[in-house]
Each structure stands twice: as structure tokens, then as C-alpha cells.
């Protein structure tokens, strides 16, 4: 007499199921973030500017405070690092004026190698006559160089914040 197909032959050993790949946990992007910050020990600068001569004192400026900050928070800057951190100074007319600001996106690698932004900031850091800064000759302005820092402290305090969930870095 013919059974059905859907009972079990007992004369035939069932094959056992494949085995289950174990899935990793996936972390929501903030948590990965979070744990990506807190991996973090070198970070390299990558600086973006207005200005095209590398070694022009307002580079200089923007770059050795960045160095700075990075270094209060406990990382290494190095020439190349798995973090950078990517800084842009950029300037627009604004009438009579011209407004300088500022940008800068803390990355990582993820576990894909993609780059990742783990903190952004970014601020206006000054505002000068275009009179005034034909008569600066290369010279920074007081209100941009005060700027300049209270852009950095900004970022720090973020990055602090972001450390403190992550249990990582910054002493």
C-alpha cells in the first residue's frame, strides 16, 4: 500500500539539517559607532583650506590645533592612521564681508573598510571686512584666530561626550 509523501520512510534515516551559521549580533549604527570611537589611538589629519600654500600661517594654525586637540584627547596623530580626521576651512562673500568656516568629520574604518563618520562639527569662525583682510597680507585676524579655538573646543567637547558613552579614550 502506497504512502503518503509527506510521512517520514522509517526504513530510511532522515538526513540531519544543514548546520546554522551562527549570526552575528548587528549593531545599530550608533553602537557601532560608539565602538569604533572608542577602538581609536592614532588619527591622521587631512586638512582642506582656501588657502592652496600648505605652509601658509593660517594652514599652520589650523593644522597644529587640530594636532593639539587630538592629543589632550589621548590619540596619536600620525602620517597614516585607520582614523582621520578630516578638517575644511572655507571662506564666502557675505556682502561687504567675507565669513570663514570651518568643518571637521572625525572617521574610522568600519568592518567593511569604509570610512565612517563617527563626529562632525562644523561653525562659523569669523567674519572680516574684505577691506581688512586685503590689509592682512597673509596675517591671520584676531576675531578669526579666536574662532579658530572656539571651533576646536567645540569639537573637543563633542568628541569628550561621544567618548564618555563609547567607555573609550580621552582622559
Request: no cysteine.
Amino acid at each position: 500500500e502506497p504512502t503518503p509523501s509527506n510521512v517520514a520512510d522509517p526504513t530510511k534515516t532522515p538526513t540531519p539539517p544543514p548546520p546554522v551559521e551562527p549570526v552575528e549580533p548587528t549593531l545599530s549604527p550608533e553602537d557601532r559607532n560608539r565602538q569604533l570611537l572608542a577602538q581609536v589611538k592614532e588619527v591622521t589629519i587631512k586638512l582642506t583650506s582656501i588657502d592652496k600654500n600648505r605652509q601658509s600661517k593660517l594652514n599652520l594654525r589650523v593644522e597644529r590645533t587640530a594636532q593639539e586637540v587630538l592629543e589632550r584627547l589621548g590619540w596619536k596623530v600620525v602620517e597614516a592612521a585607520p582614523a582621520e580626521l578630516a578638517v575644511s576651512f572655507s571662506a564666502k562673500d557675505v556682502g561687504d564681508a567675507i565669513e570663514m568656516t570651518m568643518k571637521a568629520e572625525l572617521k574610522a574604518r568600519d568592518e567593511k573598510s569604509q570610512l565612517v563618520t563617527l563626529i562632525s562639527h562644523e561653525a562659523s569662525v569669523g567674519q572680516v571686512n574684505t577691506q581688512m583682510m586685503a590689509r592682512l597680507r597673509g596675517e591671520i585676524h584676531p576675531a578669526v584666530q579666536l574662532g579658530i579655538a572656539d571651533f576646536y573646543n567645540g569639537l573637543s567637547t563633542k568628541t569628550r561626550l561621544a567618548l564618555a558613552q563609547s567607555g573609550g579614550g580621552a582622559k
